[in-house]
């Protein structure tokens, strides 16, 4: 009979990442051997007198505090979160900031903002990673990103001195802007400072967050839109690596498990269209509100007004793409969160959408993507 291993989970559940994490681990465990779990939410400190008593075989922990405490019980080790550095010894779980970033730019040039702005803490690596993952990406079409530096470092800096200046960065910003911040919790800190200084959200500010973490983004005044990160598969993949280092004996190569960016979830914090042209914003709103339905140019055209050339011009010169080409990226879009948030079969999405055959969305969903139906699933699908 396989021994029973004991596992310390030092991970906490009041935030969705957390809740996420300990549901991959938890689905891996349930299909893959015997374990046993210790669940110290509160962290190391918390668990460190009773540590010794529990005959632990692995631990995961969030980020990289006292490090050198477990990397003397010499046992497998996983650190997840927003650590400064990667640690010998120890395995990691890091997020796709650059994707993240990718993301959240495609979603707010989408919405047809031609003016930008980043609010992170410049100390953290990883809010640096995803502020220059957005600024490149926007660099490639010419755009500028304005950034607001949310460090929270220094003893004279209290959250009333850095809200009010906030406040003061926001009201400077040529408007519309759409505005990605470094985590969820920076995207309500931002709704809070346009509240503060009369900004209008989405009206004259759009905001995106990243990690997707529903409570605190259902309860911002409006709803903020986020990147989701699929953290439960993380959880799953984190699990598996720890089974094997605990079989074999020593870490596997590579020992870095990626939470990867999927997709985003738009709410009512960047539910505009921020083009002047009230042609073009009525056919990009036709092509929203009909995304699941297999529309055509000449569709659009009729929405917009226009006649089919006249509207493409529009397209082309605001833009930067063509109609057709708006329609597949929406679909596409689309297509992709049914692949990661449903288990429907690829060919029920396809029926789902209007799509007449498989072969048709396959092929311009890889042209998009770079990435079979089966294969986007599979990369960025719960497990």
């Known amino acids: 009979m396989e021994k029973l291993r004991q596992v310390i989970l030092l991970l906490e559940s009041s935030r969705g990442s957390g809740r996420a994490l300990l549901r991959g681990f938890a689905d891996y465990a349930r299909h893959h051997g015997a374990w046993a779990f210790e669940w110290e939410p509160g962290g190391l400190n ?124 926001l009201a400077g910003l040529p408007k519309p ?58 959880g799953f993949e984190s699990a598996r690596l720890l089974d094997r280092w605990m079989r074999q004996g020593t870490i596997p190569a590579p020992a870095r498990i990626n939470a990867p960016a999927t997709h985003v979830v738009a709410r009512l914090s960047t539910d505009i269209l921020a083009v002047e042209d009230p042609q073009l914003m009525k056919a990009l709103r036709f092509i929203r509100d009909h995304a699941r339905e297999n529309i055509r140019v000449v569709d659009v055209a009729k929405a917009g007004g226009l006649s089919r050339r006249a509207l493409e011009n529009r397209f082309r010169w605001e833009l930067g793409r063509s109609i057709l080409q708006e329609i597949r990226r929406i679909r596409v879009d689309l297509i992709a969160r049914m692949l990661v948030e449903t288990e429907l079969p690829v060919s029920h999405i396809a029926e789902a959408l209007g799509y007449e055959n498989l072969q048709h969305i396959a092929r311009y969903f890889r042209k998009e993507k770079n990435l079979s139906l089966v294969a986007y699933r599979k990369k960025f699908g719960a497990k």
């Open 46 to 169: 918390e668990i460190w007198p009773r540590l010794n008593k529990l005959d632990a075989q692995a631990i995961i922990l969030r980020d990289g505090k006292n490090i050198n405490k477990v990397l003397a019980l010499g046992i497998p080790t996983v650190v997840v979160g927003h650590h400064e550095e990667e640690y010998p010894g120890v395995a990691h779980v890091l997020t796709d900031s650059t994707e993240a970033a990718r993301l959240a730019a495609e979603h707010l040039l989408g919405c047809g903002f031609k003016n930008f702005g980043f609010c992170g803490p410049s100390q953290f690596r990883w809010s640096e990673a995803r502020r220059l993952g957005f600024q490149e990406h926007l660099a490639r079409s010419g755009h500028t990103v304005h950034f607001f530096d949310a460090r929270s470092d220094g003893p004279e800096i209290s959250w009333g001195t850095q809200h009010r200046a906030m406040s003061r960065w």
């Open 177 to 234: 802007a759409g505005i990605m911040a470094c985590n969820d919790d920076y995207a309500q800190h931002l709704v809070a400072a346009c509240k503060n200084a009369g900004i209008h959200i989405p009206d004259q500010v759009g905001i995106i967050g990243v990690d997707n973490d529903e409570l605190v983004c259902e309860l911002a005044s409006p709803p903020i839109s986020s990147v989701a990160i699929n953290f439960e598969r993380a």
